[in-house]
């Protein structure tokens, strides 16, 4: 394994250098608008402006959450303290390795014809559920069943266990958006 480090010199002479770990460079260098599984889901071609797009394609406007400019605030807001917690990120990495070992024929007794759409394969709506669940308890997978259901925006363009992860993070963060929307309108009231 290959650490960053920085160069402390332990001589005048030049030839002496000692490499110690710089704790500043092994750690992540996170900003409130760069959570790590943000990052890995852009590798992957999926940005925040996607989850929330894909969010908004079925938003109902709510008491707390009346218009559209609020809940893109919202789910922004949301998405990024999704994003930073690390358990949704092993499960999202978890479905995206999932999906590439699908993809190689990898996963043992999952035919190419089953993985594609053909009946048997259940573990993806599994997954999107936990993921849901998670993030948002029974609400979450209330929501889950209408994005699953109507796949918007990115969720047409993942495979069969991406698209259900992401469908899962997107409820479980449209949930909670909703829920706390509602709560603030009624504690102002």
Do not use: W
Not at 29 to 55: C, F, H, Q, R, W
Not at 94 to 99: I, K, L, N, S, V
Not at 102 to 128: M, T
């Amino acid at each position: 394994m290959v650490y960053p480090c920085r160069l402390i010199k332990v001589s005048k002479n030049a030839q002496h250098l000692k490499f110690t770990p710089s704790y500043d460079n092994l750690l992540i260098k996170m900003t409130s608008e760069n959570p790590p599984l943000l990052v890995y889901l852009e590798k992957k071609g999926i940005t925040l402006e996607d989850l929330i797009d894909a969010a908004l394609e079925l938003f109902v406007p709510h008491p707390g959450l009346d218009t559209e400019e609020i809940a893109v605030k919202m789910f922004r807001e949301e998405f990024l303290d999704t994003l930073a917690d690390v358990n949704v990120s092993t499960l999202e990495v978890a479905c995206f390795r999932a999906q590439e070992d699908a993809e190689k024929g990898l996963i043992p007794g999952l035919s190419q014809e089953r993985f594609n759409g053909r009946p048997g394969l259940v573990a993806d709506e599994l997954l999107g559920l936990a993921i849901a669940n998670y993030i948002a308890g029974v609400r979450g997978i209330f929501e889950f069943t209408r994005f699953d259901q109507a796949k918007p925006g990115i969720l047409k363009r993942l495979g069969p266990l991406t698209n259900d992860a992401i469908g899962g993070l997107i409820a479980g963060v449209s949930s909670n958006v909703y829920t706390r929307a509602f709560r603030n309108a009624k504690l102002k009231s």
